[in-house]
């Protein structure tokens, strides 16, 4: 379709990605591989990579199979609390990779500095306003802010609340918009609020191009937004980052980890440090074996709360396509024209 209002209102997301689309696909471990990100900017969109927890040389070679799928802009996230976090560094900086998304917990200045020096572009996450400034003075070229909306590990903010505090008070960078984000109408709010562009995950886990299991994709497309729920930190004590998911024995698995590992802390079996690991490397696992095997009951099926827009598998053109059509007739329509 012709692209009279969109082009003009996502033009700082596009000019900055290169690509003809500011539509980000968010980083998902276990989803978004060579295969999608590669499929994503093949059709205008731009695809991220999901470092994760992989060893280094998984993702040199992930990096370098997405280049030999697509000629388009495509990024890397890094997960900074990754065992493999140092070494991920060194391969895109080896790699040359042009954008670089930092996830996880605020990285530090040295680690800013060190991939920005070698021509990447930085683009971080930030919870909150001042950590955004500071992250600016540090050099980095864009902001992605995310909601509580989102899947997988989320923080307590709604995207409806962080829109209206960054978009109104950040002009130094781009800031990308996410979580919860399900159609073209809602991301034309966001641009005529300021936003660069938008990042999806969810939407685009059902994708023909994804390799996720199809009991995986089933369980998305079966889902209501009511479905996806964030985990619950039963004690201070052991903070646990919430994670939003669809509910199955999962995550009552996780409950009862969560309370064996409490009483293993209070009885001093265990240290503080160990047991948040335990936690971490169950989300791993629980991930993997929903992703890859097919196991919805105890496996994780991280989902933001946008998977009530999840309705069939389609390729991922026509999820673009939608959402690019729904978003330009909102446009239209903000301009009065129909």
Known sequence: MELKHLPKAWKRGTDFLGTRYAIMCGAMTWVSESTLVAAISNEGGFGVLAGGNMPAELLAKEISDTREKTKNPFGVNLITVAPAFKQHIEVVIREKCPYVFFAGTIPSGKDIAEVKAAGSRVICFAPVLSLAKRLIKQGIDALVIEGNEAGGHVGPVATSVLAQEFLLNIR????????????????????????????????????EECVAHPRFKEAFIRAAARDAMPT?????????????????????????????????????????????????????????????????EHGSLMAGQSVAFVKRVQPVREILDELVAGAEGALARIAGEN
């Open 172 to 207: 130094e960078v781009p800031v990308f918009v996410a979580g919860g984000i399900g159609t073209g109408e809602i991301i034309a709010q966001y641009l005529s609020l300021g936003a660069a562009g938008v990042q999806l995950g969810t939407r685009f886990v059902a994708a």
């Open 232 to 296: 619950s930190q039963f004690d201070p004590s052991l903070p646990a980052i919430p994670v939003r998911a669809i509910v199955n024995e999962g995550t009552r698995d996780f409950n009862r980890l969560q309370l064996t590992l409490l009483n293993q802390l209070k009885s001093g079996e265990i240290t503080r440090e160990d047991a948040m690991v335990r936690l971490e490397e169950f989300w791993i696992g629980a991930l993997r074996r929903a992703v890859v095997e097919g196991d919805v």
